[in-house]
């Protein structure tokens, strides 16, 4: 505001002064006399000014037609630059001009437009590798794919573009859903721009998918290493990379590499669940009991799993019950709030058969955060005091109607899983599964709706049923109550403990 005050003060002074001097000039006396040839003309001090500012520019355009009468004359003489200068710059501006418009029409969706602007700034400029982009993007936006890709590769051939075109049909072949030529073109992209981030993910994307763990690993540490990725991602993601590297190994037959593999995995990242049960199995193989419960207690601190119990009931698999519920104190009491612990509780008690601690350890849960296993549980327990079977049905069929619980869902896509994958089986995202409770399922809870998959022990055949449960368990076995078991075994006696 103030200064566009000053610049119409400094305005209206310029006009004052100009017209002062205008009035000065017509009042003074005299003049200018010139003597020539024996003429004499003499000027009024108004018409001198007028003359001296002709004469300046008779001066300048005299000066403007010797510099190309010079650059003719160079031209004449063999020197195309100096003229050809002279007469470019007017083509150098209607040729940047189009290619400003064609880029506005091209952010403007006017596909049709921008290929026209670009054809009339690559006919004044002769600079492909300017024009060529756009020139391909807007054939791109008309839906002229066959042209795209004949500019792209066009810039293939410029050092200075090449980048441009790989990427450009690299675009176009994901579109087309030709992923083996994507990955090779984004290989490309990547050795010709190894810190281009889009780049980067593009490759990391189709490697995952290609199960080409080694290359994901090497594409995630140049991610870190050209800062597009922060540390503590990029241990997680690695650490997703190794444990599914090792997945592939075991499946080789490679033992000792799986085992490295597997112990690498956890050390990069101790809360990710997989990767602290495969590395507590591998070491419950080398006879390394100290070392699996030490990862296990270690991943539970950070997130209690039922698959983490599993693998800690795995280090001593002939104790029993009574045994176990003793040995998983340790484990239990790291987060004794936590609702997978009172689960974990609930069963052990339960393959005990202390089923009045196994209602005190369920709590208010099937009240407050209720789902199939919560209700499966409580079935269980009631018939064990002694319940009758309407009663033991009946929290059955609230089990079948109740939520899944949690599960491998997907963060990005809300796809459920029925075991970790370190890729979204739906939308190929990379380590977005989470151990969550989803909306109402249709999805088989993991450990389905049986009692105890972390209890390790054998469900009996058929015959089995029908032995009564009163009778001991013997050394090494745990008993597993399932909702099959309690629909077909008569009720046993009531009992207190």
């Known amino acids: 505001m103030l200064w566009s005050l000053i610049k119409i003060v400094l305005f209206v002074v310029l006009v004052a002064m100009a017209t002062l001097g205008a009035g000065y000039l017509l009042e003074m006396e005299g003049g200018v006399r010139i003597a020539f040839a024996g003429q004499e003309i003499t000027l009024t001090p108004l018409m001198s000014v007028i003359v001296a500012l002709l004469v300046i520019l008779a001066v300048w355009l005299f000066l403007r037609l010797f510099g190309l009468l010079i650059a003719m004359l160079k031209f004449l003489n063999g020197d195309e630059t100096a003229l050809s200068r002279w007469f470019d710059r007017n083509r150098e501006r209607k040729g940047y001009d189009a290619l400003a418009q064609g880029m506005l029409a091209l952010a403007s969706g006017e596909g049709k437009l921008a290929m026209s602007k670009a054809g009339k700034a690559e006919k004044y400029l002769r600079k492909p590798e300017l024009t060529n982009l756009l020139t391909a993007q807007a054939a791109e936006m008309t839906g002229d794919a066959r042209k795209a890709e004949q500019v792209y590769k066009r810039l293939l051939k410029h050092d200075s573009t090449r980048f441009v075109g790989v990427r450009g049909i690299m675009k176009q072949k994901l579109a087309e859903g030709d992923t083996d030529m994507a990955l090779k073109l984004a290989q490309t992209a990547f050795a010709l721009k190894p810190g281009h981030a889009e780049t980067q993910d593009v490759l990391l994307k189709l490697q995952s998918e290609k199960a080409d763990w080694k290359g994901a690993r090497e594409t995630l540490a140049a991610k870190l290493r050209h ?29 000792i590499e799986a085992r490295e593999a597997a112990i690498a995995a956890n050390k990069l990242s101790p809360d990710l669940v997989p990767a602290a049960v495969m590395a507590a199995r591998m070491y419950i193989e080398e006879s390394k009991p100290r070392y699996a419960a030490r990862v296990i207690k270690k991943a539970w601190e950070a997130a209690p799993h039922p698959d983490l119990a599993a ?86 069929a ?15 896509c809300h796809h459920i899983h029925a075991e970790w994958v ?12 989470s151990w969550t409770a989803p909306p109402q ?57």
């Open 422 to 433: 370190p890729v979204c089986e739906n939308c190929g995202a990379l380590d977005t599964l």
């Open 227 to 255: 800062g597009t990725l922060p540390r503590d991602v990029h241990k997680r993601r690695e650490a997703v990379l190794a444990l599914q590297e090792a997945k592939d190994v075991i499946e080789e037959g490679a033992t």
């Open 441 to 497: 399922s249709q999805v088989t809870m993991p450990a389905g709706t049986e009692m105890l998959p972390l209890i390790v022990g054998a469900i009996g055949d058929d015959s089995d049923r029908d032995e009564t449960r009163t009778q001991e368990a013997e050394p090494g076995e745990s008993e597993i109550i399932d909702a099959e078991d309690v629909l077909h075994e008569p009720a046993p006696e009531r009992t207190d403990k």
């Open 311 to 396: 693998a800690f009931a795995e280090i001593a698999p002939d104790e029993t019950p009574a045994e176990r519920l003793k040995r998983f104190a340790k484990l239990t009491k790291i987060r004794p709030d936590h609702r997978e612990t009172r689960l974990l509780l609930a069963e052990l008690n339960i393959a005990a058969e202390d089923f009045p601690q196994a209602r005190r350890e369920l709590g208010d849960l099937p009240e407050r955060d209720p789902d199939a296993r919560v209700f499966t549980i409580m079935a269980a327990i009631e018939r064990g005091e002694g319940g009758s079977d309407a009663v033991v049905k009946g929290w059955l």
């Open 398 to 412: 609230r089990a079948l109607n109740a939520p899944r619980g949690p599960q491998w869902v997907c963060e990005k």
